[in-house]
């Protein structure tokens, strides 16, 4: 099974800091990296699929980078919407798995 | 509007059995493959299993494989989570999503969400 790494497990930051989650994977996984924002109470929201593609809707102050075993989710100026919980998730074979979770908190 | 809405969830005994369900509207439904997700309280995301558009390629957490059984109702738009010989861990919301296309091909993530059900296995 491909186990993914998340890190920082929680990450204190101000409005406007710019800030980066990483994920690694177990083995190699091509570009097969989504990341995943959730609220309390509330459904994830995919942001990014392919390691890098933004999905439809989502702020450009998002984006993602990586392939192979090393990804990042990087927020460029964060805003008071974008504190919340943020998930990668490998889907390379048969078998997806998500990292631990990384919590983003208000400093 | 894309919209996904689970139901079955509730209340169960160790080693019994439910069925959950998910509605879905506002897409070509029998042109996307859907997934199942599970969290646990204060738990993280965990992937329970994918079935692609027409029901030829099914894929299983090891957690739930053997126990767990996703069908689709491509005419009814439905999809469906047969949950058999439940335990104290399979207490979660269960959550069904469609998958991300893109350029026609799944990718195995998912766009759309449905709110979740909760399943509760206890004695």
């Known amino acids: 099974d491909i186990q993914m790494t998340q890190s920082p497990s929680t990450l204190s930051a101000s409005v406007g800091d710019r800030v980066t989650i990483t994920c690694r994977a177990s083995?190699?996984?091509?570009?097969?990296l989504a990341w995943y924002q959730q609220k309390p109470g509330k459904a994830p929201k995919l942001l990014i699929f392919?390691?890098?593609t933004l999905e439809d809707g989502v702020p450009s102050r998002f984006s993602g980078s990586g392939s192979g075993t090393t990804f990042s989710l990087t927020i460029s100026s964060l805003q008071p919407d974008d504190f919340a919980t943020y998930y990668c998730?490998?889907?390379?074979?048969?078998?997806?798995?998500f990292g631990q979770g990384t919590y983003l908190e208000i400093k | 509007e894309v919209q996904l809405v689970e139901s079955g969830g509730g209340l169960v005994e160790p080693g019994g059995s439910l069925r959950l369900s998910c509605a879905a509207s506002g897409f070509i439904f029998r042109t996307f493959s859907m997934q199942w997700f599970r969290q646990a309280a204060g738990r993280g995301l965990e992937w329970v299993a994918y079935i692609s558009s027409t029901s030829s390629n099914i894929y299983y957490a090891d957690s739930v494989r053997g126990r767990f059984t996703i069908s689709r109702d491509n005419a009814g738009s439905t999809l469906y989570l047969r949950l058999d010989s439940l335990r104290d861990e399979d207490t979660a919301v269960y959550y069904c999503?469609?998958?991300?296309?893109?350029?026609?091909?799944?990718?195995?993530?998912?766009?759309?969400w449905g709110q979740g059900t909760l399943v509760t296995v206890s004695s």
């Open positions: 392919k390691a890098s």
């Open positions: 083995q190699a996984i091509s570009k097969s």
């Open positions: 999503a469609r998958d991300r296309t893109f350029n026609y091909d799944s990718t195995g993530s998912a766009d759309f």
């Open positions: 998730q490998q889907y390379y074979n048969d078998f997806y798995t």
